[in-house]
């Protein structure tokens, strides 16, 4: 299991290079299967990037330099932080910087994923419900919170939209229109699930993808200080309670009311935390083994003892 932090990522986003770009003569070009795939593992890649409040252009830039970095250190599935392109405390910018499903960020990340080879969780835009024509919808208008999940050709696997919405000094639940649909999807030989921050305080979510077959949850999040135990606490209690790798993708930066907290991470099935970041920009990574979600559901079989 080889993990890695990179504090670097900001800078290296804004410039759309790394260390070694000019030197990796796999830099810049696409990885086949045979190049990437490693048996039945996944090399998971959690990009904590700077968000800036309504500077779609200049997030949407990290997060594909973020992409394209993952993709260089070998990522099979890179997954991004909630509304990392409008920012989540930008409440004002919602209706100005909505999109419809099919629009320039999630094109741009599809396209990305495809070019380089690597599967993307975009995790999330603003969507504009009224204007989107290429998946079904929760309502016929409106805003959701929506995440997308493209495999390593670009093609669309998976649609979350968050379905609680938070209310708690914060303005989304006035705003958005909550989601519906509860999806996995095989990204390699992992079988993945996707929610998105406020849903990590309700469990019986996870149950649902958990029965669904999901060894990798993945939760992309806009968490802010101070509540770094809610946020870590509840992370590991849903690895543990439900087998499965947990890993939260956390944003960087500050608003005019809250500064996100980073720490993004990855917890085993034992609830043990494989790698983690600060609160500065980064690139999480490490390495995702579903025999070992096999093996621990097998030697501690608490799924198979449920009553409810």
Known sequence: MSTDTDADLESESETGAGPGAETDPGAGTRRTQTETGTGNGLSLAL?????????????????????????????????????????????????????????????????????????????SIVEDLAATDSVATPADEGLANTAALFDADGELQLVYRKHHLFGYESAESELLVPGERLETAAIGDVTVGVTTCYDLRFPELYRELIDAGAELLLVPSAWPYPRIEHWQTLSRARAIENQAYVATINGSGEFDDATLLGRSSVYDPWGVSLASSGDEPALVTTEIEPTTVADVRKEFPALRDRRL
């Open 47 to 123: 990009a904590q990037i700077h968000v800036e409040a309504g500077d779609v252009e200049a997030n949407v830039e990290r997060a594909l330099a973020a992409v394209s970095r993952a993709a260089d250190r070998g990522a099979d599935l890179v997954a991004l932080p909630e509304l990392f392109n409008v920012g989540y405390f930008a409440f004002d910018r919602y209706a100005r910087n909505a999109e419809p499903f099919g629009g320039e960020t999630f094109t741009r990340l599809r396209e990305a994923a495809a070019d380089r080879g690597i599967a993307v969780l975009a995790g």
